[in-house]
């Protein structure tokens, strides 16, 4: 249980153990600065929300999303130091869609990216953003390298990656003219998308599902609530102490 967030803002002024009802949402945000589907008027932070959320990255805002899907009837915020969201690593990477190839075969790591490129590619096309299926090839340029790039082609067959070819040197030039080798890993399952897109879009789902998403909340310190005496006896109770 959280039992105290120490709320650091400038448009919205400066509260501790409570939110500001005050703010209004940036114009043409997707999100609002303070507040979503549910009132942020109560007096205490720690009867505020069931469940309060460091971070506006896409990682805490699809953690926030799935949470409020699979559990429509909780309180559950987002909270975001800076004045926009997602606006530092998850704005600023490669946007590469994995498909999963280098991975241990029947590792989570494999399971997962090879199931989460299906879902982005599915979610993306439902919500209408722009993505590029641009695919990849992962080259040999000696002979040396061959036995390992066969060994590599066998592990994405194993983990379950989509549409693997191995081509040859010819091949190679007709799919990439500047490329030169003598094998290849034809991967066409390997796109690039804008994640900060694909973030705010969690967000919006997020906040449509009844979320609320805070910005310009900085948390400065995070207690852990005291159980009380009541509290403690009843979890004596049900332990059999």
Not at 99 to 108: N, R
Not at 183 to 203: E, H, K, N, W
């Amino acid at each position: 249980m959280v039992a105290a967030l120490r709320y650091l803002g400038s448009a919205c002024g400066r509260a501790r153990g409570g939110f500001p009802g005050a703010c209004r949402p940036a114009s043409g945000r997707p999100w609002s600065q303070c507040g979503g589907g549910r009132s942020t008027s109560t007096s205490t932070s720690t009867s505020l929300f069931d469940i309060v959320i460091v971070g506006g990255g896409i990682v805490g805002l699809a953690s926030a999303r799935a949470l409020i899907l699979r559990h429509p009837a909780l309180s559950i915020s987002v909270l975001e130091k800076e004045k926009d969201l997602a606006i530092h690593q998850t704005g600023h990477n490669s946007g590469v869609i994995h498909s999963g190839i280098y991975y241990k075969p029947e590792s989570l790591k494999a399971k997962l990216c090879v199931q989460g490129a299906a879902l982005i590619y599915e979610y993306c096309n439902q919500k209408g953003i722009s993505y590029k299926q641009c695919g990849k090839l992962i080259v040999a340029v000696d002979q040396e390298e061959i036995p390992r790039l066969q060994a590599l082609y066998e592990r994405g067959l194993q983990n379950g990656v989509q549409g693997l070819k191995l081509i040859q040197q010819e091949d190679i030039k007709k799919k990439e003219p500047y490329c030169r080798g003598l094998m290849a890993i034809d991967c066409p399952y390997t796109g690039i998308v804008d994640y900060r897109q694909v973030a705010l879009s969690f967000a919006q789902d997020f906040q449509e599902a009844g979320g609320s998403v805070l910005t310009r909340f900085e948390v400065k310190d995070i207690e852990m609530a005291k159980e009380s005496p009541s509290s403690s006896k009843d979890a004596e109770v049900e332990n059999g102490l």
